[in-house]
């Protein structure tokens, strides 16, 4: 069982910053692609970014330029720095890993859910 622990989220005034962070714990194999998520009152789940285990790199196009996502394989961690916040970014923010836990036995696992609330 691999279990994603989030932190990071918070109340920011616009324009502000934050950095989410992700940290997956358990037996792990290899890692593959990691991401963020977030979901907004009323709306469905939507992708903000993710990255690959080669380091590519794939936004969301009403985050990018704000938003940079990094990896730390060895920690096995995936963070999410986010800048020049803005209202519509306020959401429930989920973690997103998949890799194996073996030879040919994978997962896909998600986080809690951390809480993002920009004011203006």
């Known amino acids: 069982q691999v279990q994603l622990v989030e932190s990071g989220g918070g109340l920011v005034q616009v324009g502000g910053s934050l950095r989410l962070s992700c940290s997956a714990n358990?037996?792990?194999?290899?890692?593959?692609?990691m991401g963020w998520y977030r979901q907004a009152p009323g709306k469905q789940r939507e992708l903000v970014a993710t990255?690959?285990?080669?380091?590519?790199?794939v936004y969301a196009d009403s985050v990018a330029g704000r938003f940079t996502i990094s990896r730390d394989n060895v920690k096995k961690t995936v963070d999410l720095q986010m800048n020049s916040l803005k209202p519509e970014d306020t959401a429930v923010y989920y973690c997103?890993?998949?890799?194996?836990?073996?030879?040919?036995?994978?997962?896909?696992?998600w986080g809690q859910g951390t809480q993002v609330t920009v004011s203006s």
């Open positions: 990255i690959t285990s080669g380091e590519s790199r």
């Open positions: 997103n890993v998949d890799g194996s836990i073996a030879l040919g036995r994978r997962f896909t696992s």
């Open positions: 358990g037996i792990i194999f290899s890692l593959g692609n």
